[in-house]
Structure formats: C-alpha cells, structure tokens
C-alpha cells in the first residue's frame, strides 16, 4: 500500500535500548507478545464502564494532549475518556496548520507543548508520518500515540478491533477475515492487515473495486477480490471500511447507488458468510452506501462494542506506556 515512502520501514523508534514499548506508532514489525499484552491488559479495564467510581490512579499527575491536526470527534473523545479514567489530566488541541514548513510548525508547536511538562501526545494528523516525526524530536521520558496518520496507520483503532474480534471469537487461529471497501486510502486497513497476521489468523481477504485495491496489497499476504459475494463466501469475520472520498484524487468509484448495490453489505450478501459471522466498522458509518441500516443494527454488527472496547483498549495502551512494555515479559503497568 501506498503514502509510506518517508516513514521508517521498521519500528525501532517504538522501543526503548532495554527493549521496552515507548511510542505507539504503527502495527508494523511490532511482536505478537506484545500485541497480545496489549489485549489482556485491557481486558482488566474492560469492566470499568460498569462500576460507580471509573478511575484507577495509574496515570494520576501525569498528562496528556490530544494533538488533533484532523478532525474526529470519535476517536479524540475515547481518548480522553480512557485518560481521564487513568486518573491523568488531559489538553485537548485541535490544531491548524501554516501554509509553510508543516513540518517544523509541528515541532515548534510540540516543542512548545513539551515545555510545560508534557508526558504524552497522542498525534493525528492527515500526513503520513508525522507521529514518527515528533517521536523522534522528543526527550525519552515523553510517549506519542498515533492516532491516524494520513493513509499510513491507525494502529489503536486495529488494536480495538482485534480486542473485539477476540471477546467475540475467542482468538484468532482458524479464522478468516475480510477487510471490505476503499483498501487504498485506508490507514485503518493497513494496520489491521499487519495486526491480523502477526496474531495468526488463517486468511485475510480483502474486497473492493479494483481503483481502490493497491495492485501491491497480495504482498502483504492477503487475497484480492473485486467480487464481493466471491470474497464473503465462509469468512467468520467481516470489516467494512468508510469510503474516503476526501483523500480521493479523481473519480474512483462509479455512483453512490452502483458502489452500495456491488460493494455495500446487505443481508442478502451477508447469508455468504459464516452463520456465526461477526460484522464490524471503524465509524462513522455511512449507512446505504458502505452498510445496510438492517445490517448495521443486526444481530451480527458488533459496531457498538467496538467503541465500547476502544476506551478499555487505549487505556491499556496509555498504562503500558507509561509503564513500560517489555519484549519478552510484556506490559509492566505503573
């Protein structure tokens, strides 16, 4: 997949020398141990939304700034919620960017942040690599989360999901995936193709027109389907995608109406799959063109679980940072 160029191919930057997660940036090169202390780890925070007192004090005097260069209400909000049940105090900026040198008006802005004793950003931005960036530019004892960067990672929202399919599955051995819609533009299929093989599911499949496929994803490990209904056939778990128009440059898809009618999931299209098929989406849902409103509120959609699981998740996230992660032992919480 595309728009990866100028980021770091490996992820050394995530790790400190002795080992330990430090950032949280991208799925790619990240250990399955670790990805799965991740998951346990939030399976503890999972049950907090229930209780009368929601916080622990894990993160207490610590804090924390949601750098929005991007808009989204939904995943700034989540964030917030599983900092603040950390017990750590939280800056919500949603930033502009100057015509010029963005990459140093991200610097001097962070830098400026960083100065009133910053303890983690969580970054989002519509250019590929810039949590690298910061990361990069700051003191060791300050963490950075990347909260979606241009069309190259989401990886907490792979990391939510992969926690979702999990509570609903079980684990991931045997099972088989399908990733559905607008593959090309999407930082949230890329991370959850690296997250899905890296736990060892048995076949991940993606599915879309051919204008939105990457004529490169196959070396990812994925089977390509322009056929929806040939590509729905037995999956166990299916992940819609929003169709990003905004990051389209050119007319890549036919009408709203043929995109729904050939790619949108409906219940007829939905019988293809398992009986027990799972049916998940990142949000915001443009319901009668990437889903059916019935399907959407069916009994298979686990869409509602999936926001409820990312604040347990990200507050994991949060936790092991601060606390450190190690390679082999996984997280060590604060």
């Known amino acids: 997949m595309s728009d990866s160029r100028s980021i770091p191919s490996d992820s050394a930057i995530q790790f400190d020398s002795h080992g330990r997660l430090r950032h949280f940036l991208t799925i790619h090169g990240m250990p399955r141990e670790t990805l799965l202390g991740i998951l346990d780890t ?3 925070f999972i049950s907090f939304g229930q209780r009368e007192i929601r916080k622990v004090p894990l993160l207490r005097g610590k804090t ?12 700034r909000t989540t964030f917030e919620i599983a900092a603040k049940r950390l017990s750590a105090d939280v800056i919500n900026l949603s930033a502009t960017r100057m015509s010029t040198s963005k990459g140093e008006t991200i610097l001097d802005t962070v830098r400026t942040l960083e100065a009133m004793h910053t303890d983690m950003f969580v970054v989002r931005d519509s250019a590929s690599g810039s949590s690298h960036l910061i990361a990069s530019h700051l003191p060791p004892h300050v963490r950075v989360i990347n909260a979606g960067d241009g ?15 999990r509570r609903e599955k079980g684990g991931f051995e045997g099972l088989r995936v399908a990733i559905i819609g607008d593959i090309l533009h999407s930082r949230v299929a890329r991370s959850q193709i690296h997250a899905l ?5 048995d076949e991940i499949r993606v599915i879309g027109p051919r204008t939105l496929i990457p004529t490169e994803i196959e070396a990812m ?15 166990d778990v299916i992940m819609m995608l929003r169709l990003q128009r905004e990051r389209m440059e050119g007319q890549l898809v036919p009408s709203e109406q043929e995109y729904f009618s050939r790619y949108g999931l409906t219940e007829d299209k939905l019988k293809l799959a398992s009986p027990d098929a799972i049916v998940m989406h990142p949000g915001p849902i443009n319901r009668g063109l990437e889903i059916a409103s019935s399907v959407a509120d069916g009994e298979k959609s686990v869409i509602l679980s999936q926001v409820t699981n990312g604040i347990a998740v990200r507050m994991s996230i949060m936790a ?15």
């Open 42 to 44: 939030a399976e503890s």
């Open 64 to 75: 924390l700034v949601n750098l929005f260069f991007e808009p989204s209400t939904r995943t």
């Open 151 to 165: 069309r190259h990672a989401h990886p907490t929202q792979a990391m939510l999901d992969m926690f979702t399919i």
């Open 197 to 201: 093989g890296t736990l060892g599911v």
């Open 221 to 235: 490990g994925v089977r390509a389907f322009s056929d929806m209904r040939a590509g729905l056939r037995d999956v």
């Open 320 to 334: 092991t940072l601060m606390g450190g992660t190690d390679r082999e032992n996984g997280p060590v919480t604060p």
